[in-house]
């Protein structure tokens, strides 16, 4: 199986760097951004399987930048991070197309196994030959 190939959206950079030491260590291929506009514009020269989307960051929130990609690329599939006890933002998520959410703070192993459900999930999607 191809590694598994996610983008983690956040505007804390701790977060950001500390997430991918994680996952690269676990074999999954991860790249960065600290908003919702220049994710958009990863997602249109890469490859992505699974994006992990912080649903608070300025200028365009975590919310809006799902329906963007829900609308441009619905082959990807959306996990929604969400902090503060706001299980209703996660939830919100969902309804307009994310795959799954996680409360922060949550286990790199819970989020890990999200990621490969969220990336089988993804690739059963896709039509042959868009790998």
Not at 23 to 51: F, M, Q, Y
């Amino acid at each position: 199986m191809a590694r598994i190939r996610v983008l983690v959206v956040d505007d804390e950079i701790d977060f950001l760097k500390f997430i991918r030491r994680r996952l690269s260590k676990r074999n999954i291929d991860v790249s960065t951004s600290a908003d919702g506009r220049s994710a958009l514009g990863i997602l249109e020269s890469n490859k992505v399987d699974v994006v992990i989307l912080d649903v608070r960051m300025p200028g365009m929130n975590g919310l809006e930048t799902l329906k963007k990609i829900h609308k441009r690329f619905p082959e990807i599939a959306v996990i929604m991070l969400t902090g503060h006890g706001s299980m209703q933002s996660g939830i919100e998520g969902i309804s307009h197309g994310a795959y799954d959410y996680v409360l922060k703070p949550f286990s790199i192993d819970d989020l890990l196994q999200r990621i490969r459900s969220a990336c089988e999930h993804a690739r059963l999607k896709r039509r042959p030959g868009d790998a």
